[in-house]
């Protein structure tokens, strides 16, 4: 019962946080009291069932413990402004606080199911929403509303294309048929919102999803079942060509594309050349926490998170912050290949892998760790990882136990 309030916040939560706030309007303290109920159930069932909350605080949320604590220490020493570094540190541990309760809720139910439907949910709310109701942000771009970075909600739709293939299961066709409709639908707000990194992370899942997990999918199936999935594949195509590329061709992300490729973007480009400027004035710990923004002459954050934390941190930050990414990248490379997993772990892992380089990819243009979506995402991809490995650790047990394996 404790679990499921505090799932009943985190839902909340994420639509607040989302979508109801920038739609409608903010209400004082609701984040942190939404958060608060988030972590306070978890403890109180921790407490009732005498679990260990330790067990839920993994390697990588340990270094990214450190590198909030060096990170403060670092910046009393050197930040330029301390408002910026201690507001921005606390927002992460924010995050990391809900991350934890992620991997903990995900650890209790032995699967993340709960908050990839949340995230399909909270992904087409907001793809219907400003399909019908969105506004005008400037240069062609929609958004949900005046306030809401366009290139935020591109983001939201390429990780719900992303938990959407996850939950995809082409024996049913009328699921099938579904996933992939809500999907285009996803696909169309990215046009409208112009964001050209979201697009590219929808295209490159997709040619992912083709490349290494479509094909050995259906080779599973039953030859009904097969008929069903082509069927659906080939009918999604064929909508999809028809109300898509026509939008395409005259959208403002073709513009947009044509654009970078044709000239780059110089204000990217003059971010990323200052704060490797910045790196070098100061390679070990940087210029402190959230303060590109304080010293840098665009009078903001530096639209990556490679470079702001190469900027901002040094090289200890470096350090400290990205051993999750490759830990994570290298754990799923081994449990996609240790051939000990069953066809549907097999799809769900090969999908998060994805998911994951979608990340990967997407700091190019955002920066992880001053946002809350992006936290969310890391702590499903984290979640999956170690409830996986709990089920392969419980089916050795259990032919050990059996029999049917030697000690």
């Known amino acids: 019962m404790l679990i499921k309030i505090s799932k009943i916040f985190y839902i909340l939560l994420v639509l607040y946080y989302g979508w109801f706030q920038v739609v409608f309007l903010k209400i004082p303290n609701a984040l942190p009291i ?9 403890i109180l069932h921790a407490f009732t069932t005498r679990t260990r909350l330790i067990t839920s605080f ?29 507001s921005a540190l606390f927002i992460f541990i924010e995050f990391l606080l809900l991350m934890f309760g992620i991997i903990y809720i995900s650890k209790h139910d032995n699967n993340i199911d709960f908050f990839i439907n949340v995230f399909i949910l909270f992904s087409l709310i907001c793809a219907i929403t400003t399909t019908f109701k969105g506004v005008e942000y400037g240069q062609g771009r929609i958004s949900m509303g005046p306030d809401n970075n366009p290139n935020s909600l591109g983001i939201t739709m390429a990780l719900g294309v992303c938990c959407i293939l996850f939950k995809h299961n082409f024996k049913k066709l009328v699921f099938s048929i579904i996933s992939f409709s809500a999907i285009l639908l996803l696909l169309y707000v990215c046009l409208l919102t112009g964001s050209r990194k979201s697009f590219i992370s929808v295209i490159a899942i997709f040619v992912y999803w083709f490349a290494f997990v479509i094909f050995r999918d259906i080779k599973s199936l039953k030859f009904p079942d097969k008929i069903k999935g082509l069927l659906s594949i080939l009918l999604v195509i064929f909508l999809g060509y028809q109300l898509l590329v026509p939008l395409f061709e005259g959208s403002v992300l073709i513009q947009r594309l044509t654009l970078l490729f ?7 480009e003059g971010m990323y050349n200052e704060a490797f400027t910045f790196f070098k004035q100061s390679p070990l710990v940087g210029l402190g926490f959230n ?6 002459m665009f009078g903001t954050y530096s639209h990556s998170t490679y470079s702001e934390a190469l900027a901002c941190t040094g090289i200890i930050g470096c350090i400290l912050y990205f051993i999750p990414y490759l830990k994570l990248l290298f754990n799923y490379f081994g449990l996609i290949l240790s051939r000990r997993l069953d066809t549907e772990l097999l799809k769900q892992s090969k999908i998060m ?7 990967l990819f997407l700091g190019i243009g955002v920066i992880h760790f001053y946002e809350l979506t992006s936290s969310i995402a890391f702590g499903m991809v984290i979640a999956f990882l170690y409830t996986t490995r709990k089920k392969l650790n419980y089916k050795n047990d259990k032919k050990f136990i059996t029999g049917r394996q030697k000690p």
């Open 58 to 86: 993994t390697i990588e949320l340990m270094f990214w413990a450190l590198f909030v604590l060096t990170s403060y220490i670092f910046g009393l020493l050197i930040a330029t402004s301390y408002g910026f570094l201690s």
């Open 353 to 359: 892998m994805g998911f994951l380089g979608i990340l």
């Open 291 to 296: 303060n590109f923004r304080a010293v840098s």
């Open 262 to 268: 044709e000239n780059g973007s110089d204000t990217r």
């Open 34 to 42: 939404l958060g608060a109920g988030v972590m306070g159930f978890i």
